[in-house]
T-cell receptor, first 114, second 112 residues
């Protein structure tokens, strides 16, 4: 997963706790994404950011906030974690030449909410 | 709203056999992607299909796109155990939103 670094890789939270998942890229790309993956559900888009300072909602944004303060970093925050947010979270960046728009994914962050 | 459906969701096959995974999508798009995911790992890009009739091949995998039918196929030829993984198709939503919508994935198991 060269170029996309996610932290932490694993986290256990209690219901109501807050935390931030961090994503950083070293390839100077504009577009960054946060997906969650649940068994049998594929990947669902939470939020994405087309450029520094802009963010847009995806399919499942409720319960999350994001921040894109600079081009390199895109963070995902859970203000009050719920068991339904137990999932594997993937950050991705859009790479490839003009017209390709390939998403390159980070290694993932496994979150458990008790 | 763009919907992406894959079938089958589970596929168990013997080594040496051929099979096809199907990916249907509900609204117009001119970009379709196939990804592979091994258990506990991230997603790896396999193919990008950018136009009607596009065909890409890599080893025992071949992907094709029919934009008129809104259908992509991933064909597996003479399967080997190393191909066991979950395969996802993903479709780019039109209208400049840059949203990539994924299917639920096909879990492929290749048995010796």
């Amino acid at each position: 997963n060269a170029g996309v670094t996610q932290t932490p890789k694993f986290q256990v939270l209690k219901t109501g706790q807050s935390m931030t998942l961090q994503c950083a890229q070293d390839m100077n790309h504009n577009s960054m994404y946060w997906y969650r993956q649940d068994p049998g559900m594929g990947l669902r888009l939470i939020y994405y950011s087309a450029s520094e300072g802009t963010t847009d909602k995806g399919e499942v944004p409720n319960g999350y906030n994001v921040s894109r303060l600079n081009k390199r970093e895109f963070s995902l925050r859970l203000e009050s974690a719920a068991p339904s947010q137990t999932s594997v979270y993937f950050c991705a960046i859009r790479t490839g030449g003009a017209g390709a728009n390939v998403l390159t994914f980070g290694a993932g962050s496994r979150l458990t909410v008790l | 709203e763009l919907k992406v459906e894959q079938n089958p969701l589970f596929l168990s096959m013997q080594e040496g056999k051929n099979y096809t995974i199907y990916c249907n999508y509900s609204t117009t798009s001119d970009r379709l992607y196939w990804y592979r995911q091994d258990p506990g790992k991230s997603l790896e890009s396999l193919f990008v299909l950018l136009s009607n009739g596009a065909v890409k091949q890599e080893g025992r995998l071949m992907a094709s796109l029919d934009t008129k039918a809104r259908l992509s196929t991933l064909h597996i030829t003479a399967a080997v155990h190393d191909l066991s993984a979950t395969y996802f198709c993903a479709v780019l939503s039109q209208g400049g939103s840059e949203k990539l919508v994924f299917g639920k994935g096909t879990k492929l198991t290749v048995n010796p």
